[in-house]
């Protein structure tokens, strides 16, 4: 497969996509790729819901938590979930 992005005329592609007949601007495929193809669910309801109400959702879930400062893990923090995460991946390897 190719990425969504391909065949539009926003990049050279190596392969064409004979059914991409036309060309799109930036603006065109983000609107296309966010707002009118994907559909939006409320965790509440269950119900489909708009971008922008989803966008709100979103909003008000990160305050709830804090703020974007702290959803933030420091660097030492990072590094410690990697090597976590390596130690677990070395001791599972079973040959």
Known sequence: GLPFYAGWGLTTDRHT???RGR???LDELVAAVLILYPRYINPATGAFT???HALNILVR???AQ???KKNKINRVG???VQAWHICQ???SFRP
């Open 17 to 19: 996509i004979a059914r």
């Open 23 to 25: 060309r799109l601007v």
């Open 50 to 52: 708009t971008p922008e």
């Open 61 to 63: 879930q990160l305050a």
């Open 66 to 68: 804090g703020g974007r």
């Open 78 to 80: 990072r590094l410690l």
């Open 89 to 91: 991946g070395v001791f």
